[in-house]
Structure formats: structure tokens, C-alpha cells
T-cell receptor
Framework: EPEVTQTPSHQVTQMGQEVILRCVPI?????FYWYRQILGQKVEFLVS????????KSEIFDDQFSVERPDGSNFTLKIRSTKLEDSAMYFC?????????????FGSGTRLTVV | SQKIEQNSEALNIQEGKTATLTCNYT??????LQWYRQDPGRGPVFLLL?????KEKRKERLKVTFDTTLKQSLFHITASQPADSATYLC????????????FGRGTQLTVWP
């Protein structure tokens, strides 16, 4: 069964540092997403990406965040200057179609801890 | 703003019984509704999608209904097993915003032997 792979599984960083979370989506998927889940809270949408550009972003996805697909396989989320409140589980997801055609495949997540 | 409510309490049932989980939504009209399973420390796993013009959808022991009048979806697991214990998330989807799913808080299901 194809998987979305995320690395690292756990990242601890100092407040104010930059972090890059990495994802390898499923190879024939065209749409890519980042979601996050603060401990005990709902899964929240951050950003969607299609055709090498951002399709939509949420209010959470401010100027501190950026996404990139640097090559044909990787999809990254960068947080420029981390804050304590950025501590969460970050999930990458991908899908064949944008919406309605089926579900999204999520990775196992990166647990980001900002200290 | 849109609001999604799932069973507010955890659901505990005995093995072999049918689990019924509820998802209610307000302030928007989804074209689709997705259900996911989430295990502790893991990402959501897609289970089923139902469209607004479908009343019911089945997959093995799972059944989902979608009532756009009541603004409600019911998720049933028949012949439940301890391995079904997890948190189940619903995500009503407008279908007009690319990739933005709004998830409910989830219902934590425990199936005891």
C-alpha cells in the first residue's frame, strides 16, 4: 500500500529557530497538503499545494510558514522563526484529485516541540 | 462560521455490537462528507466518502448515512471488534475549497471484549 512518508518523526527546536519538515507524497498524487494537530485538539488545515503553487492557505499559515516542492518527490514545510505555540503534530497529506473524488492519504506526522 | 460536532463523549461498546457515531454540522452545506480513523500519535486514515446526493454508503462492516436536511451524518460499525478502538473523525467538505477539510474533534470509540 503506497504511503506518505514524513521525516523526522520528532523534532525539538529552540524558540526562534527555523525548522523544515519533510514529506514524500505518494508518487502519482497531484495535490499536497499540510495539516497540524495541537495535543488534544482538532486536526487543522494549514495549506494546499497544486501545480507548484499554493492553492489555499488558512489563517494559521502566516508569513512564518512556507512550502516548497524542491524536486519531483519531496514536499516541505518551513517555519521561519518558531514560537512555543507552534508545538504540534504536523501531518502531510496527498490526494489524486483535489476534492470529492476520494480521501486524502496522511503521513504519520512529525511531532514538533518548541522549547 | 462553520461548526462540526461529533458525539461529545467517548463511546464504549461491547465486542460484536454496532457502534453508531454522529456528526452534526451547522452554517454550511457540504457537497461531500469524509470519515477518518485516527490512532494515538498517528495520522488520520481515510475510511469513506459520501456525496450529498447519496443517502448511504457501505464498505465491509462500515456504513455511512448523510442527511442534508438534518445536517447530520451517522457512521456505523457493525460486529465491532477491539481492533476498531480508535478516534473517528468526520470532515464535511464543501468541495469548493481545494484541500481545506474541517475536521470534527472526533469520537473516541472503545470496543471491549
Amino acid at each position: 500500500e503506497p504511503e506518505v512518508t514524513q521525516t523526522p518523526s520528532h523534532q525539538v527546536t529552540q524558540m526562534g529557530q527555523e525548522v523544515i519538515l519533510r514529506c514524500v507524497p505518494i508518487s502519482n498524487h497531484l495535490y499536497f497538503y499540510w495539516y497540524r494537530q495541537i495535543l488534544g485538539q482538532k486536526v487543522e488545515f494549514l495549506v494546499s499545494f497544486y501545480n507548484n503553487e499554493i492553492s489555499e492557505k488558512s489563517e494559521i499559515f502566516d508569513d512564518q510558514f512556507s512550502v516548497e516542492r524542491p524536486d519531483g518527490s519531496n514536499f516541505t514545510l518551513k517555519i521561519r522563526s518558531t514560537k512555543l505555540e507552534d508545538s504540534a503534530m504536523y501531518f502531510c497529506a496527498s490526494s489524486v484529485v483535489g476534492q470529492g473524488g476520494g480521501g486524502y492519504t496522511f503521513g504519520s506526522g512529525t511531532r514538533l516541540t518548541v522549547v | 462560521s462553520q461548526k462540526i460536532e461529533q458525539n461529545s463523549e467517548a463511546l464504549n461498546i461491547q465486542e460484536g455490537k454496532t457502534a453508531t457515531l454522529t456528526c452534526n454540522y451547522t452554517n454550511y452545506s457540504p457537497a461531500y462528507l469524509q470519515w477518518y480513523r485516527q490512532d494515538p500519535g498517528r495520522g488520520p486514515v481515510f475510511l469513506l466518502l459520501i456525496r450529498e446526493n447519496e443517502k448511504e454508503k457501505r464498505k465491509e462492516r462500515l456504513k455511512v448515512t448523510f442527511d442534508t436536511t438534518l445536517k447530520q451524518s451517522l457512521f456505523h460499525i457493525t460486529a465491532s471488534q477491539p481492533a476498531d478502538s480508535a478516534t473517528y473523525l468526520c470532515a464535511p467538505d464543501r468541495g469548493s475549497t481545494l484541500g481545506r477539510l474541517y475536521f470534527g474533534r472526533g469520537t473516541q470509540l472503545t470496543v471491549w471484549p
